[in-house]
Structure formats: C-alpha cells, structure tokens
C-alpha cells in the first residue's frame, strides 16, 4: 500500500478553515484517499473518501488533483470538538484478498477558543 | 444500538495469564478485523475475517488467536500475556473486502499486562 505523509499537528481557531494536506506521490492506479478521525480513548471514524477530483459531504470537502499525488482534507468553520487525530489512507481497490488499513502518524488538530 | 461493541473496555491482568476479548456487529458486515494501537498511537491490522474465514493473518505471535464463530462476531483469544502486549485492541468492521467501504471501529479496549 502506498505511504501517506502528513503533517504531525496543526492548531486552529474555533470558526476556522482548517485544510490538511497529505502526500502520497507512489499512490497505484486503484487507490482511493480515505481519511479517518479518531478522538482520545475511540476508535477511527471514517469522515471521508475519493478518487479524484472533489468529493463534499456534511462533515469535509476532500480536493485531490488530477495527479493524485496528494490530497486536502478541508474541515469548514471548526469548533472545540474537532479537536482529533486525522489519518490519510491511501487503500487498495477492488483485491479480493482482503482490505487492509494502513494507518501513519496522523495528524494532530487542536482547537482552541 | 452500538454498531461495533467490544469487551470488555479495559483489562488488567498479569504476565503470563490468558484473556479473551469479544467483538459484535450489529450492522450485517461481511468483514471484521482486529487492529492494534500501541502506545506510540500507530494502528496496525492484526487479523481480517470475511464470512467467517481468515483472510488477513499480519506477522502477529502465535500467542494471539481470532475466533469468528459466525459473520457477526469476531473474537481474539492471547495466551501467554506478554508486558508488550499492552496496547488498545481494536475491532471493526466493512461490507466487504473492497477498499471504498469505509470501517466502523469499536471503541477499543485497553490491555494493560503488569
């Protein structure tokens, strides 16, 4: 599965834009970006998936450009409980043999006030 | 209703004693697994079920044995516990084996060997 580089924290303010970029220059042709949200002492949450181009729903925006080689998950107008790990996954397409998360560092969001 | 439960939430127990850790989806999921997150926060995958059949089987020590008695239950047995078996266990499941389905995860449960 191909790496995934983000950063290891971010701090915003509360009604903030918050955009999280992460590299992924190795992705294969049948990776999707998928990113998942985990708050202390819960597990991953997924938030959001994509192919390419955009893809919006109630909870992010993700933008990957038309080389793939990266991607931004956009949180519009955080509050406090946005507070969270954030992970970027590139994930295998349709294998067969099995579908295997392969999470990095993730990325630290702190919200404050 | 909880969609992925796991217990129990924490668990303390001593080197050398045996545990079990129970996994439930209610959500009608093909595929469950059980991942591990140390105390450094990586998460890594241990075990992958589909329908009951082992499909994913990480370099993870014998000790550690999953048990999915049917499509809705995934549970993992250790033996032997180990001081560095302490971690967050956690379980979840997809639809499928396809990498568009997202993952619902449990909220973990806290292995704590002393």
Redesign the interface.
């Known amino acids: 599965l191909a790496k995934t580089t983000q950063p290891i924290s971010m701090d915003s303010y509360e009604g903030q834009e918050v955009n999280i970029t992460c590299s992924h220059n190795n992705i294969a042709t049948?990776?999707?970006i998928?990113w998942?949200q985990q708050f202390p002492?819960?597990?991953?949450?997924?938030i959001i998936?994509g192919y390419k181009t955009k893809v919006t729903n109630e909870v992010a925006s993700l933008f990957i450009p038309a080389d793939r080689k990266s991607s931004t998950l956009s949180l519009p107008r955080v509050s406090l409980s946005d507070t969270a790990?954030y992970?970027c996954l590139s994930?295998?397409?349709?294998?067969?043999?099995?579908?295997?998360?392969?999470?990095g560092?993730?990325t630290q969001l702190k919200v404050e006030l | 209703d909880t969609a992925v439960s796991q217990t129990p939430k924490y668990l303390v127990t001593q080197m050398g004693n045996d545990k079990s850790i129970k996994c439930e989806q209610n959500l009608g999921h093909d595929t469950m697994y059980w991942y591990k997150q140390d105390s450094k926060k990586f998460l890594k995958i241990m075990f992958s079920y589909n329908n009951k059949e082992l499909i994913i089987n990480e370099t993870v020590p014998n000790r550690f044995s999953p048990k999915s008695p049917d499509k809705a239950h995934l549970n993992l047995h250790i033996n032997s516990l180990e001081l560095g078996d302490s971690a967050v266990y956690f379980c979840a499941s997809s639809p499928g084996t396809a990498a568009n389905y997202g993952y619902t995860f449990g909220s973990g449960t806290r292995l704590t060997v002393v």
Do not use: A, E
């Open positions: 049948n990776d999707y998928t998942y002492s819960q597990g991953p949450r997924f998936q790990v992970y994930t295998g397409g349709l294998t067969g043999g099995g579908n295997k998360l392969t999470f560092t993730g």
